[in-house]
């Protein structure tokens, strides 16, 4: 198994491009969430699904969008870039329910001039 | 606000000294993840704590959940180079087991 893969693993954009962020697990879980990671800040929830066609909003929401057509894939868009979403992105997936490990990817790192 | 404070931010210890890093809430923990992080790389799971009193150990690392499921403690005895990085705990506050809030975290250095 390759677990969680996140692809690019770094990302340059200028203020008001668009990317998608790939995320990608080979384990069949159904739950699969979006976290970025800024300093002093520990990880925040962006978005997460419990399944393929059902996503929702967690705390960090604003100028993300994500959507869940196959178990295995969560990609997450930047509509518009701004230099408040330079970050480090993190995929994480697990079983839904309680009490089951969430595997989390690789990271990317991704900087808005 | 942050609902999971983590404490210490940070620590320096001398190699063979024991530490404990310490995460807690002003919720009930329905279930309670560590997972440690070299800078620049992903997330390492360590282990996680369901049930009040629990305590599961490692190699070295030890954590714990208090009986009023409110605080994890995570002690590494006899640290080593190989500890050092930062440690975040992660907790489902919320229940239901997937949408976790995590603490700060802690950089942890050893020196030699």
């Known amino acids: 198994n390759a677990g969680v893969t996140q692809t690019p693993k770094f990302q340059v954009l200028k203020t008001g491009q668009s990317m998608t962020l790939q995320c990608a697990q080979d384990?069949?879980?159904?739950?699969m969430s979006w976290y970025r990671q800024d300093p002093g800040m520990g990880l925040r929830l962006i978005h997460y699904?419990?399944?393929?066609?059902?996503?929702d909003q967690g705390e960090v929401p604003n100028g993300y969008n994500v959507s869940r057509s196959t178990t295995e894939d969560f990609p997450l868009r930047l509509l518009s870039a701004a230099p408040s979403q330079t970050s480090v992105y993190f995929c994480?997936?697990?079983?839904?329910?309680?009490?089951?490990?969430?595997?989390f990817g690789p990271g990317t790192r991704l900087t808005v001039t | 606000s942050q609902e999971l404070e983590q404490s210490p931010q940070s620590l320096i210890v001398q190699e063979g000294k024991n530490l404990t890093i310490n995460c807690t809430s002003s919720?009930?923990?329905?279930?309670l993840y560590w997972y440690k992080q070299k800078y620049g790389e992903g997330l390492i799971f360590l282990m996680m704590?369901?049930?009040?009193?629990e305590e599961k150990s490692h190699e070295k690392i030890t954590a714990k959940l208090d009986e009023k499921k409110q605080q994890s403690s995570l002690h590494i005895t006899a640290s080593q180079p190989s500890h050092a990085g930062i440690y975040l705990c992660?907790?489902?506050?919320?229940?239901?087991?997937?949408?976790?809030?995590f603490g700060t975290g802690t950089q942890l250095k050893v020196e030699l």
């Open positions: 919720k009930t923990l329905y279930g």
């Open positions: 992660g907790a489902d506050i919320l229940g239901g087991g997937n949408k976790l809030t």
């Open positions: 699904s419990v399944g393929a066609g059902i996503t």
């Open positions: 384990m069949n879980h159904e739950y």
């Open positions: 704590l369901q049930k009040g009193g």
């Open positions: 994480a997936s697990t079983k839904e329910g309680e009490g089951y490990e969430q595997y």
